[in-house]
């Protein structure tokens, strides 16, 4: 049908409002950064030092946590199990409580007194105000995104084709690396790449399990309260250009095994 | 000793049911389960395999009880319906999957695949990716790589059903070829052509289990259930063999007589079928088109779901299917002298 249609010109111009809400106030901070204020910050020792920081302790996370989420991903699309619906909200909890409240019981959970702290200080392993406590308030937040995008490409795939394998005489373990994560390694990628953006930006649970060192979220805050925002903007946009740097090279690379499967 | 021997074999899975099936299936035999679609033909499959744990009663394979043993060593290959082929993988390495499983060397894999391959006439397509095969050459690899293991007994989950006419022409002969080299097959159809083409014994599967065994004739002549007497027509089933005959018509030789049959099949052994509704009976010899008119005597009257089933010794018993007036308006009753026509074109012919 061709002509005036008054409901999706409406339609796109909501779109319009929506987009210009996301990108107004970045273009506004990238606008009002001048080249040479990016690279002096950019250069800064402290700024590089917390953006690297804040590079692998998200990915780290991401890898470790990885680890345990995929086979349990696995397991929550394939197997019936009693209170399975409850397991599955319990995982989704992270995403909708405050995230200091969140720091706030991790903190909780491995200061010194308590059994977690003191079995990490018996093995030389600290987690206030260490990358570690880092690491664990970052895949806190972040981990139902993982698991959730992970189980979700599990159920996708046929388990007629993990019947298929275990009749043609391959063990579960074989059945798992060959058949079932290679076919949802699509899903298993996109919801890696979120836990780790995800991870990157968390501001709320980090800040209070580790203020130092600090990740850039914290250096922003921390800049920004000291100094005002002229002085927290620039190390902002620095931050972001590196995220999206990173963001748009992994979903290319996403994008490059949806075509080689497809 | 039976190679195959199932034996009350009870499942409930939600709604569904398997009730006590039993049939036994001998080395080298090619042995058609036939019932309709949501009879339970693929449960069962899955569970001899054991793909689906939970059932009571006994599997025996070649003597030994596997209803308890690890899937992987059951020595039973199962080919599913739509084939299941590994989607990331070309053909090459899904027929190689289970060979790799034996921790064979790359040569003898790749000379094993490339024998199989060879075997299902796929060696041109080893290169390629399961999303680019047709539905036959997808069957054709899923068989190849169920064979690779060697099963003593091959499970066939309506392989042919979803395929045109030429297609499953070509994929019967390859199972034939396949069976013919001695592998035990269980194959599992509504399609009663397939079974009839295929089968050397067919069982029919019921209401959760096992109604009728037998050879082809056996359980279409005299149907032991529901499913098969409502193909009134499969009762009219004779094995025999086709010749060329007169004019454009072939003449079909069986122990019963002779039928003239137009068709396109070359000559050969095989079956006929004449469906019920298209036999005429009538007082006297009717002169028209039908080529064929046997004297007879009628030797039953049977209630049909629709109209009456009228049952006539011709030297056979042929199956006439007609309504109720028209038995009052004949006077058909048992003894009474009738002729049965039907024409050459009603005559169905399946070489096999």
């Known amino acids: ?262 | 000793m039976k190679m195959l021997t199932v034996k009350d074999l009870s499942v409930k899975l939600g709604k569904f049911e398997l009730n006590g099936v039993n049939f036994e299936v001998g080395p080298g035999e090619y042995f058609v389960l036939l019932g309709v679609s949501g009879a339970g033909k693929s449960v069962l499959l899955q569970i001899i395999g054991g793909l689906i744990p939970g059932a009571s009663g006994v599997v025996m394979l070649n003597g030994k009880d596997i209803s308890r043993e690890k899937v992987q060593r059951r020595g039973v290959g199962l080919v599913f319906q739509d084939a299941a082929l590994f989607p990331h993988m070309n053909v090459f390495k899904n027929i190689a999957y289970p060979l790799r499983s034996l921790k064979l060397n790359d040569r003898e894999i790749d000379r094993r695949v490339r024998e199989l391959a060879d075997m299902t006439n796929i060696t041109k397509l080893l290169k390629r990716n399961p999303a680019n095969l047709s539905g036959g050459e997808k069957q054709r690899v899923a068989l190849a790589r169920a064979l690779a293991l060697k099963p003593q007994c091959l499970l066939l989950d309506e392989p042919i059903s979803s395929l045109d006419v030429q297609l499953r022409r070509e994929l019967r002969s390859l199972l034939r070829k396949i069976n013919a080299n001695g592998q035990t097959i269980v194959h599992v159809t509504h399609d009663y052509e397939e079974a009839a083409l295929l089968a050397s014994r067919i069982g029919v599967i019921e209401n959760g289990s096992v109604v009728q065994t037998g050879k082809a004739p056996e359980v279409f002549s005299r149907p032991k259930s529901e499913f098969v007497a409502n193909f009134v027509g499969i009762r009219n089933f004779f094995r025999g063999e086709l010749r060329d005959g007169k004019d454009s018509m072939k003449k079909f030789l069986f122990d019963g007589g002779e039928v003239s049959v137009l068709t396109g099949e070359p000559e050969g052994a095989g079956y006929i079928t004449v469906r019920g509704e298209d036999l005429i009976i009538s007082e006297k010899r009717w002169e028209s088109s039908a080529a064929n008119s046997f004297p007879g005597r009628v030797i039953a009257l049977e209630p049909a779901r629709v109209g009456t089933e009228v049952l006539v010794d011709i030297g056979v018993t042929l199956s006439a299917l007609v309504s109720k007036e028209s038995v009052s308006n004949l006077q058909l009753e048992p003894g009474s002298k009738v002729w049965v026509s039907f024409k050459a074109s009603a005559v169905k012919f399946i070489p096999g």
């Open chain 1, 1 to 262: 049908m061709t002509g005036f249609q008054p409901l999706k010109l409406f339609f796109v111009f909501l779109g319009g409002l929506l987009l210009l809400f996301v990108i107004a106030p970045l273009a506004g901070m990238f606008l009002e950064t001048s080249p040479a204020e990016f690279f002096d910050t950019a250069m800064e020792k402290e700024v590089a030092g917390s953006i690297w920081l804040t590079l692998w302790t998200s990915m780290l996370a991401t890898l470790i946590f990885a680890l345990a989420a995929i086979p349990f991903s696995w397991i929550l699309a394939r197997k019936k199990f009693p209170l399975k619906r409850v397991i599955s909200a319990i995982i989704d909890i992270p995403v909708v409580i405050p995230h200091s409240a969140a720091g706030i019981a991790i903190l909780g959970f491995v200061a010194r007194d308590t059994a977690v702290g003191r079995l990490g200080d018996h093995l030389g392993l600290s987690f206030v105000g260490t990358p570690a406590g880092i690491i664990l308030a970052m895949a806190f937040v972040s981990i139902p995104f993982l698991v959730n995008a992970a189980r979700d490409g599990f159920l996708a795939v046929p388990e007629k084709l993990e019947k298929a394998a275990l009749n043609l005489g391959a063990s579960p373990a074989r059945v798992f690396f060959t058949v079932s994560l290679p076919l949802a390694w699509r899903s298993i990628l996109s919801g890696l790449i979120m836990m780790w953006a995800r991870g990157m930006s968390e501001f709320g649970a980090v800040v209070i399990v580790a203020y130092h060192p600090m990740i850039t979220p914290v250096l922003i805050y921390e800049r920004f309260g000291s100094f005002g925002l002229s002085y927290a903007r620039p190390v902002a946009v620095v931050f972001i250009c590196v995220c999206l740097v990173f963001f748009v090279f992994l979903r290319m690379l996403s994008t490059k095994y949806e075509n080689a499967d497809g």
